[in-house]
């Protein structure tokens, strides 16, 4: 985004600063249990905790607060960038948190990747992207494409496997518009460590 401000100029509005909570893993003394650990959402810092938006849709939820409105469109908007930028492999969704601070999200991806994002992961809410995402003034700004059936993807799959480099996982490379680079990526998606 900040490329693009660079060569296109600043928009007219305000760019939510958003990021997701800092998280990590804890053990237990003798070794026996897991446990996530993450940041915490405060009221007094980031307002009441919300959901902007769930998994079973592109659709903002409808909030009353014009702010927490604005930051619904935003995150419809990064679904957008994310669905230009993997080739419609997958966006992020079930956005919620509080201001600026985010929490619990979900990947929704093309039934190509299988199901390694655990069964938050709801089909219909990936397949109806298309249909149900709304431009706003943010894909608006940075010229989001919406002919979807005229992506650029190369004929066939999206996602070329090699063979696996450990028990569980899969090489997967990736080509197109990521990153602007004109390249491509590798990415390892491991199917055990993300199905949960």
């Known amino acids: 985004m900040a490329r693009y401000i660079r060569t296109h100029g600043q928009p007219s509005f305000d760019i939510p600063q958003m990021r997701f909570v800092q998280a990590g893993l804890g053990l237990s003394e003798d ?47 990064t679904q957008h960038l994310q669905y230009w930028m993997t080739l419609k492999l997958f966006f992020i969704s079930d956005y919620q948190g509080g201001k600026g601070l ?40 940075f010229d989001l494409r919406t002919d979807y059936a005229d992506w650029p993807i190369e004929s066939g799959s999206r996602l070329s496997k090699s063979s696996p480099s450990e ?9 197109g518009p990521l990153f602007n680079t004109g390249g491509s990526m590798d990415m390892a998606l491991s199917t055990t460590t993300m199905s949960g």
């Open 31 to 77: 070794g026996t249990k897991v446990f996530l650990i993450e940041e915490s959402i405060r009221p007094t810092l980031h307002g009441p905790f919300r959901k902007f938006m769930n998994n079973r849709n592109g659709i903002p939820i409808a909030l009353p607060d014009p702010d927490d409105a604005v930051l619904g469109r935003f995150l419809a908007f």
């Open 102 to 141: 985010l929490t619990d999200p979900q990947v929704l991806s093309s039934s190509e990747l299988g199901n390694i994002f655990a069964e938050g992961n709801v089909s219909s809410g990936y397949q109806s992207f298309e249909r149900d995402h709304v431009c706003n003034e943010f894909c608006k700004f």
């Open 167 to 175: 028990p569980g996982s899969s090489k997967a490379h990736l080509s």
